[in-house]
Each structure stands twice: as structure tokens, then as C-alpha cells.
């Protein structure tokens, strides 16, 4: 694949309309909250000194100021929908550290880690309550893109669910993986790819085809971001090397290695998996079979794959032109950040 | 006060109407999330094998219910609300009990303390999403409980805040803990009063005046749990003895005492609380020195006068009559539960 594109002017734009309102949402929390949220979104360090942002790319609300756009409509009329999915993704990124026991996360002490499990939960909980509550004042839309969020939250949830439950097997199977990651990664994209749409009040069939090229783009996004959790430079993916080796995770590479069979390391790797989590050594060992069974290269073809459909989806509804090619370009841009 | 009056009708009643529905709504979770939310829920224990009801009272639903009457309409279309705000509940005690450190409820472990800290979260998280699932397939009066509840849940985190911040502070004040504790428990039972209304589409003034009542009776409940928090028998309790002075929870007692002025032993209260968690020694000394003050009659009292405003609310607006008997009842008892 290609090396890094440039990023989308989309991703500026988005965030330059986005931020101030993502700001006087954080301000409605209880100051307790409120100061934990900003530390969390990169906003300023522990003691509250304001820092250079070292929060994520911004794709979740990117996508659904384009999404509103696409629909005919102003960036503006996404606003709501960019905030509440951000707010979610935070919501999911706080609750999975504690539920991973994650220490780090963009170089930092993540939530858990440095003001106890208790604040981490509570303040991911209020990030869901406010997201929610953004989109209901907006009237009958807004009550359509929260239960449109409702619906995303509800999937995702299940899919986290599925992927700790896969922890401790050996024997989960390529659909059941994939299953898992259209609701832990694809249904907050395709929910984030809609919600402008519904907010602009669109056709059934522009949510539904935009829906769709979110959904897409999540199994191509989560199966980048499998590779980089295997063979990814911990200096860019701010986690410790060999990650999701050590503590078991079916990612979409360990899922078709598994599925190799016996002679091309299939049957080592199931052994070392059974054991428990990982040591340095044992990562290594499994990094090698995986490697050495092409899933690396099946799970790159399987991106490929997937965004090549998140495109095409783009092509069937009666979208507007600019933002239409810009959802494309952003696609690939988040399918070809690393590789 | 009088001693324990008599279960409602109201109570059991709404149990036949609502488990049903209870049952249905866990069945779309996660089979992963759906086995602990049924150990959580008392319908099984943790092998899965049914057991009889260790669950809850049952008020939350039963206010839900009754509400959906009291605007006139039937029972069943009160149930949605019943489940949903029982689903939000229960979330939250998920929730708690991690935030806590809990390690006990009912007289059984709690979901973190047997399944672990992570699907404690994630099965809260779940049930959360589930009840608004549940409410938005409602249509337009489903949108508008939808909305209630997501108020009520942020209202709810934003006093769990509170009620955590004032743990390491011994300058509470009454208007702070009453702020709080409306918040943390008058908001969903504020909401489980007016949902019932909501959905049934009920003008705005009936809605408010059950809104009313639900505020007053949650400010009454937390006054007796915080009671029993301090002197009830942990037998009818299903919790250590002296819980909550060993955490140092600003309940409204302890605040009431460290209001009443040094003569009266809060200066020694006051330095009690300061030097970290409590052994069974000092717990017994901060409850002789709250006692001292006067703060439980303080308390009582509070409870009394919040139990008869809540009473007197349902008096103001055109509400069924029965139902709205009945409502008063509920409140009696939830209030007169212990002594």
C-alpha cells in the first residue's frame, strides 16, 4: 500500500467548527468532571495547565460535519452530531483502558492510571449522558440522531464485550472477529458517517448508503489498526510493542493466523496463546508464526477490501460532490495512515 | 416514626406488569453481558442457576407504572419507562459498587468483586444504552422519556461527582449535601414518577407535578438509606455496619453533625474524618459523636418534611385518583421502611 497521505483539509476544517463547540459541552459537566474530561481530551495536563493538544485526529466528528454536508447541508447542522460522537469515543476510550487495564495512552497516563478507576468510569459515564443530551434539544432530528447514537452505543458495547470474551479462546473463527468489530469499531464510524445526515433531515437512502460507508471504513480502520498493534513503532502508536499479543486479543491478524492451519504455525501459536498472558519472549515467538502465516498481508488485503466498498457506498446515494470526494479522501487517509 | 408499614399492593403489582418486560429487554444483550446482568439482577446465581428474587424493591418501576395511571392512561403504558429507569438503576449500582469498592450487595458479591472491574463497567454501560433502546422505539412520547431519563442520568453522575469529591472534605455544607442528593437519588426517582406521564403524552403540568413529588421522595429515601448507613442493621441492610463513616461519605447526618458547632464534639468529629479511612474504633466514636449532636432526629425530621411536600405535590395537579393514592403510599413506605 501507499505510504502516508497527507491529511485531509477536512480534518482542519472539522476541528476548527467542532472545537469550540466540544469546549462549551465539556463546560456543562460538574467541575470534578469537567477537569478530568479536559486532561483527558488533551486539553491541558494534571494540574490543569493548558497543553498543546496531543488529543486524537478528530475523524468521528470529521465525519459527521461531512456527513451533514454531503446531505445538502451546513457543516454547522452537524455540530450536534460531531460533538456526541466525540463524546462517545472518549466515553469508550476512558471505560476501555480501565476494562484493558491500559496505563498509557497517547503518551500519557491514561484516566485510570491517574485518578483511580472510580473517576475514569463516572466521567465516561457523564460523556454519554451530555452527548445524549446535545442531540435532544435539537428537536424531532436530534431525537432521530440519539437514537441513532443509542443504537451505536448498544453495538459497540457488544462487540467489546465479544473481544473480551475472545481473550480467552483460541478457537474464534473470521466471522465471529469480524462480527465483533463491526459493533466495537464500525458502528460508532457508521453512526458518525450518518448522524449529519439525520440531523439534516436526508433521505432514508442517504443515511442508509452513508451509514454504510462508515460501517465499511470501521473493519478497514480497526484491521489498520490490528497491524499496527502487532508490528506497529510504540514511539507512533503511543502503546508498548506487541500489545495485543500479550494480553490475547483476537485481533483480525491472530484470527486468520489461527486459521492458517496446523503446518504453517497455527497449532504453536494456539499453544502459546492458551497460556496466559504473554511474556516478552513468548511475544516475539508469536509475532513470528503470525507473520509467517501471511496474515499480515490477508489482513491488509481485507483494509483494502473494505475501503474500496466504503467508497463505493459513497457512490450510489445522491450525495453532494465536495464533501462526497472528501469522505473518500478520508477514508483513505485513516486506511493508509501507517502502511 | 411509626415502624414498618405494610409492602403496597402498588409494589407487586408492578412486578407482574414489569418483569416480563424486564425479561425480554435483557434478552437482547450481549449472551456475555446478559448471564452477569442476570446475576446482577438476583434471577440467577453464578452458575446460572435461577434462584429465587434476591432483586430490589422494585420502586423505580412501580413509580413508573403508577405514574403512566395517575395521568389517566393504563399500566402497560408505563412499562417501557418501568424498564428503562430499572435498567438505569441498576446501572448505576453496577457503577457504584466499582466506584466504591463495594465488594458486597444483597448479601452477595458484587458483579466487580466475582466477574471482575471491566465487565462490571461494560455490563453497566449496556444496560444504560438498553433502556434508551428501549424508550425510542416509542415513538415521539418514547423521545421525550428518552430525553427525562438522559436528564435524569446526567443529574445523577453529576451528584455521584459531588458525593466523591466530599469525601476528602469536612467542610460540607447542608446546601451542598442536599444539592447532591438530589442529584444522585432525587433525579431517577424524579424521573421514574413523571416517565410513566411522559409517555402517556400527559400535559406538561401533571408531568411536572409527579416530577415534584419523585424530587421530594428522593431526598426522603436518601435521608433514611443515609440513616441506616450509620445505624441500621447490617442483617436488613445487606452491608458492614458503619459503611459509610469508614469511607467517609458526606451523608446527611454526618454533614448535619459537623454543622452543629465545636461544643457539640463536631470539632472532634471533624478530625476524626480527616485522617483517612476509618477502623472499626473510630467508626464507632464518629457514630456516638453524630449521635450526640442531634444529627439523626436532624435527619428524621428532613425525611419527614420531604415525605409530606412530596405527598402534597400530588395534590396539586388533576391526577387519577387511585394511582394517585397509591403514589402516596409508595412514599410512606419507602420512607417508613425502618423506623
Known sequence: MSTLTSVPDALARAR?????????????????????????????????????????????????????????????????????????????????????????????????????????????????????????????????????????????????????????????????????????????????????AVLAGAPAAVVESLRRYGAHLGVAFQAVDDILGIWGDPERTGKPRGNDLSTRKKSLPVVFALDAGERRGAGELRRLLLNGPLDADAVARATELVDGTGARQATEALARDHLAAACSSLERAGLAGVACAELADLARFVVEREF
Not at 466540544?22 to 479536559?38: D, F, K
Request: glycine share 12%.
Open 16 to 196: 476548527d467548527v467542532v472545537h469550540p463547540a466540544m469546549v462549551a459541552a465539556v463546560e456543562r459537566l460538574n467541575p470534578e468532571l469537567r477537569r478530568i474530561a479536559a486532561y483527558h481530551l488533551g486539553w491541558c495536563d494534571e494540574n490543569g495547565t493548558p497543553s498543546a493538544r496531543t488529543g486524537g485526529k478528530g475523524v468521528r466528528p470529521a465525519l459527521a460535519v461531512l456527513s451533514a454536508e454531503a446531505a445538502g447541508a451546513d457543516a454547522g447542522d452537524g455540530v450536534p452530531g460531531a460533538v456526541a460522537v466525540e463524546l462517545v469515543h472518549n466515553f469508550s476510550l476512558l471505560h476501555d483502558d480501565v476494562i484493558d487495564g491500559d496505563r498509557e495512552r497517547r503518551h500519557r497516563p491514561t484516566v485510570w492510571a491517574l485518578y483511580g478507576v472510580g473517576p475514569a468510569v463516572l466521567v465516561g459515564d457523564a460523556l454519554v449522558a451530555l452527548g445524549h443530551q446535545i442531540l435532544l434539544e435539537r428537536g424531532p432530528a436530534g431525537a432521530a440522531a440519539s437514537e441513532e447514537l443509542t443504537d451505536a452505543v448498544a453495538a459497540m458495547i457488544g462487540g467489546q464485550a465479544d473481544d473480551m470474551a475472545f481473550e480467552g479462546r483460541v478457537d474464534v473463527t473470521a466471522a465471529e472477529c469480524l462480527a465483533m468489530v463491526a459493533g466495537k469499531t464500525g458502528a460508532l464510524l457508521s453512526c458518525s458517517a450518518a448522524i449529519g
